[in-house]
């Protein structure tokens, strides 16, 4: 396994501000993910987050709106901007070990609150 | 796309009683499998997987899961529930053909003393 960190933990930021989410993961890792999780519901992946180029987004998110970066093998961040109250979630980074066989480690979470 | 289907919304059982949550998927070749829980306030903690090989798979806290092909099922059970298995649990699958997993919904699992 691997040990994942999230940085913050928690926020409540005010509508039209961002916010950058780190994640920083104690071994070199294969693939980074970030996921949603709304109130009640499941995880919706947001992109996977590729060393040294673009993110690749899913349906429905942007790049200008949930701009991510991962510059090494290690550490990715994603800032989720120009907020609004329907941004309120927890935003989980994910990843995935070399020899890991597709198992994903999820870190522990930021619970975002807009006001 | 993959999907995955968890039917129950909670699942409540007695302590020391069976517990099994429900789990059916759709993809477009073979799948891999995940089970993964939430405990409150925490991130998800990975159980088990299926991969390839036999369909009983045993994971972490007295956890095993059954792959069923033809009824495209991945069905959580443990034998004996613990009050401590109170979490809410998502199956998980992946298409061979890209990076992405696929979570249900939840089940919301509450073990009665």
């Known amino acids: 396994s691997a040990v994942i960190s999230q940085k913050p933990s928690r926020d409540i930021c005010q509508r039209g501000t961002s916010l950058t989410i780190q994640c920083q993961v104690d071994s070199q890792v294969t693939m980074m993910f970030w996921y949603r999780q709304q109130p009640g519901q499941s995880l919706t992946l947001i992109a996977t987050?590729?060393?040294?180029?673009?993110?690749?987004?899913e349906s429905g998110f942007v790049i200008d709106k949930f701009p991510i970066s991962r510059p090494n093998l290690t550490f990715s961040t994603l800032t989720v901007s120009n907020m609004s109250p329907e941004d309120s979630s927890i935003y989980l980074c994910?990843?995935?070990?070399?020899?890991?066989?597709?198992?994903?480690?999820f870190g522990p979470g930021t619970r975002l609150t807009v006001t | 796309a993959q999907s995955v289907a968890q039917p129950e919304d909670q699942v409540n059982v007695a302590e020391g009683n069976p517990l099994t949550v429900k789990c059916t998927y759709s993809v477009s070749g073979n799948p891999y499998l995940f089970w993964y829980v939430q405990y409150p306030n925490r991130g998800l903690q990975f159980l088990l997987k299926?991969?390839?090989?036999?369909?009983l798979v045993k994971g972490s806290y007295g956890f095993e899961a059954e792959f069923n092909k033809s009824q495209t099922s991945f069905h959580l059970k443990k034998p004996s529930a613990l009050v401590s298995d109170s979490a809410l649990y998502f199956c998980a699958v992946r298409d061979l053909g890209n990076n992405r997993l696929a979570f249900g919904k939840g089940n919301q699992v509450v073990v009665i003393p």
């Open positions: 299926y991969i390839t090989g036999d369909n």
């Open positions: 987050a590729n060393q040294g180029s673009e993110a690749t987004y």
């Open positions: 994910s990843v995935e070990l070399e020899g890991s066989s597709y198992e994903q480690y």
